[in-house]
């Protein structure tokens, strides 16, 4: 049983939580021959499932996320009229985010709707600390199908929550042109730092 250990992320969405922090440690051991920077990262249970799904497909893993996810949605007060996955920010052979959101669509059961999507290709934020950067990467990056959105109460769904940033363009999105109800955002895991 995987053990999860549910953490607040603030942002303009009416409410968000992370399934669990990504790391809980991460030590600097040097470069190695190739001259890459090398860690020793320890991983929440559910960060480790997180990397086995984005690094190697371990599709096994993404249905145990989605497992762990639709117990915690399911004890929620509140109800969703739509489950939306971030859309990818890297080509890979198995979407990480929506393989997830369609496996907790299933179990919930929930709509997932594919109804974000990207505008042109983008470099990816993680590696943009600078928020002026981050903003000016993120205007106008996103469209939404708002016949899908309109007046629904929707449960955004992405893999990892570090700043906020594309979450919250997304949201305001959601709200402005998508005619959204309400936003509430549900992550696998968050960074320790929202650098």
């Known amino acids: 049983m995987t053990k999860i250990n549910p953490q607040r992320i603030y942002g ?36 480790e499932l997180l990397y086995r799904l984005k690094y190697r497909a371990d599709q096994t893993a993404g249905l145990e996320i989605a497992r762990v996810a639709s117990e915690f949605i399911a004890g929620q007060k509140f109800k969703f009229g739509l489950l939306v996955p971030v ?42 600390t600078d928020k002026e950067r981050r903003k000016e990467l993120l205007a106008g990056l996103h469209a939404v199908d708002a016949e899908q959105t309109r007046g629904k109460d929707i449960l955004l769904f992405d893999d990892l929550f570090r700043s906020g940033s594309t979450l919250n363009a997304i949201t305001d999105l959601l709200m402005g042109e998508g005619k959204a109800a309400s936003v509430r955002v549900l992550t696998i895991t968050k960074t320790r730092s929202n650098a």
């Open 12 to 47: 303009n969405f009416v409410s968000g939580v992370a399934l669990d922090l990504h790391t809980l440690s991460s030590t600097y051991l040097g470069v190695n021959e190739s001259g890459h920077e090398v860690y020793d990262t320890v991983r929440s249970e559910v960060g």
């Open 87 to 128: 859309p990818p920010s890297a080509a890979r052979a198995l979407q990480p985010v929506i393989f997830v959101a369609n496996a907790i669509g299933a179990s919930v059961p929930l709509p997932v709707a594919n109804c974000i999507t990207t505008t042109r290709a983008t470099e990816q934020l993680k590696g943009v």
